[in-house]
């Protein structure tokens, strides 16, 4: 058994000179030919990073789902950039503030994601 972040992965040699590869539940992932040990650290390593990339996304689908239409319902876009411009404010504006903030924030996300999987200096 190999340790890696979030269980154990299981490395068994097969005949034919190819590896497979397994996590705790003992369903195959995948075989490959690993044919020294540096490789197969080498693998968890990768195992381990695809983990970190794999969170991440999981955070953003997450934040995906967080304002429903059946509880935050589309308003009436005309009537709210006519109400915004009385006031000197552009939709596109709040549009632009709105958006800058949400994909910063998931940028945020994937950027840490990728320092912890050592992709992204």
């Known amino acids: 058994m190999i340790e890696y ?3 154990k992965l299981e490395v068994t040699a097969y ?3 190819w590896t497979g590869i ?3 539940d003992g369903e195959l992932l995948f075989k490959l030919s690993l044919n020294n040990e540096a490789n197969a650290e080498r693998l968890v390593k ?3 990073e695809y983990d970190e990339l794999v969170e991440a996304l ?3 689908v997450s ?3 967080a304002y429903p239409i059946e509880v935050f319902p589309e308003p009436d876009l005309k009537r709210v950039a006519e109400i915004l411009k009385v006031h000197g404010i ?3 504006a709040v549009s ?3 958006m800058r903030h949400v994909i910063e924030s998931a940028g945020k996300i994937a950027k840490q994601a990728l320092k912890k999987a050592r992709i992204e200096e």
């Open 46 to 48: 990768v195992w381990n």
């Open 96 to 98: 632009a503030s709105a």
């Open 63 to 65: 934040w995906s789902k």
């Open 5 to 7: 972040t979030k269980g």
């Open 90 to 92: 552009t939709l596109d």
């Open 58 to 60: 999981e955070v953003i």
């Open 22 to 24: 397994k996590v705790e």
């Open 15 to 17: 005949d034919g000179g």
